[in-house]
């Protein structure tokens, strides 16, 4: 475990047992995981070229994390989350191509190219977005979880936010009302050791955020997130609960990024050892290689097969945006209101 990491409790780390994922699940974790990565590294790339500008932060390392919570809800739940989003653009099926083109400001975009990184939308896949002042997306998914309250729809909202976020004054006034109204809101807090450069050490009297929401009775747990099973166990117990009336619900899901805090982060608030300790002992897409290779008995020819198709999907959404054309002038002023 890495130095500054926060250690899951002794039921977090022990909760992947009698694991309800079968061979083909593994699979399709592994595949969407490891596209996830081979994005954000391409990204990265590109970045560094400067065909994509502005803020861009990288979800390497937190792979399961969106990838075990997507596989717990349903068509028609939501989800919103704060500017590190490109992973669960894709995780929520999102074509790549559309995402790439909008991190480099095209007009194919997902957002046509006005969002860029931070600020990408698919309503009509259950996305409310990716936002950029911290914290601000709590409240709105605490919205969206009123506006299924008040609807009776049987929908459920997964509203994340960082360690970071989790100081935030309007999280707890989130917290309050959600209680109030027992609404259908998973509060996910993707605690990935580092708000920016500052460890949660140094920034949280209180470093087990799953019990952040105890004065408002609101129950939570932490989970060993990077284990994709880990993440759906917890997520579908979560989901099930607030879908059948259960109320407000908070997983911290304790997870490490391998870069800076955006790609403008050198990160020299952390040494070498500490990242590789954690790519080396607990890496979440290696982790299912393993079991796809010892428990599954996937042949490694199997394996290479998939990294070659994840990496040509990247590549052409790499083209693909290269290709498509910069937004027309006349666009700067469409989209807004009033």
């Given amino acids: 475990m890495a130095k500054n990491a926060v250690k899951p409790t002794e039921e977090a780390s022990h909760r992947t047992s009698n694991s309800l994922f079968q061979m083909e699940d593994d699979l399709k974790a592994y595949e969407q995981m490891l596209l996830i990565?081979?994005?954000e590294e391409r990204a990265g790339q590109m970045y560094g070229e400067g065909l994509i500008a502005g803020f861009c932060h990288l979800y390497i390392g937190q792979?399961?994390?969106?990838?075990?919570?997507?596989k717990a809800i349903e068509k028609g739940d939501q989800v919103i989350t704060a500017y590190r989003d490109h992973g669960h653009m894709l995780a929520l099926g999102v074509d790549p191509d559309v995402v790439m083109a909008e991190l480099t400001g095209r007009s194919t975009g997902i957002s046509h190219g006005k969002g860029g990184s931070m600020h990408m939308f698919s309503p009509e896949l259950g996305f409310y977005g990716g936002h950029g002042i911290v914290g601000a997306q709590v409240s709105v998914g605490t919205g969206l979880a009123f506006a299924n309250k008040y609807n009776e729809n049987d929908r459920v909202c997964l509203t994340y936010f960082g360690d970071g976020a989790a100081n935030q004054g309007q999280v707890?006034?989130?917290f309050n009302i959600a209680k109030i109204w027992d609404l259908p809101?998973?509060?996910v807090i993707e605690n990935n050791r580092y708000g920016m450069g500052t460890s949660i050490e140094r920034a949280s009297a209180t470093t087990n955020l799953s019990k952040r929401g105890a004065s408002f009775n609101i129950p939570g747990e932490q989970v060993d997130a990077m284990d994709v099973r880990a993440v759906y166990e917890?997520?579908?117990r979560a989901v099930d609960r607030a879908r059948g009336g259960g109320g407000p619900y908070?997983?911290?899901?304790?997870t490490y990024r391998y870069r800076g805090h955006s790609m403008s982060d050198p990160a020299k608030y952390r040494s070498r050892d500490e990242v590789q300790k954690m790519k080396t002992e607990n890496d979440p897409i290696e982790r299912v290689l393993g079991r796809l290779l010892n428990d599954w008995n996937i042949s490694p020819e199997e394996v290479k097969e998939i990294d070659k198709r994840i990496k040509a999907v990247v590549m052409k959404a790499v083209d693909f945006s290269i290709q498509s054309p910069e937004p027309d002038p006349s666009e700067l002023y469409t989209d807004v209101y009033a």
């Fill in 37 to 39: 990565r081979r994005f």
């Fill in 63 to 70: 792979e399961a994390v969106v990838v075990g919570m997507q």
């Fill in 172 to 174: 707890y006034e989130s």
């Fill in 185 to 187: 809101v998973i509060y």
């Fill in 234 to 236: 917890a997520g579908k």
């Fill in 250 to 254: 908070i997983l911290e899901m304790l």
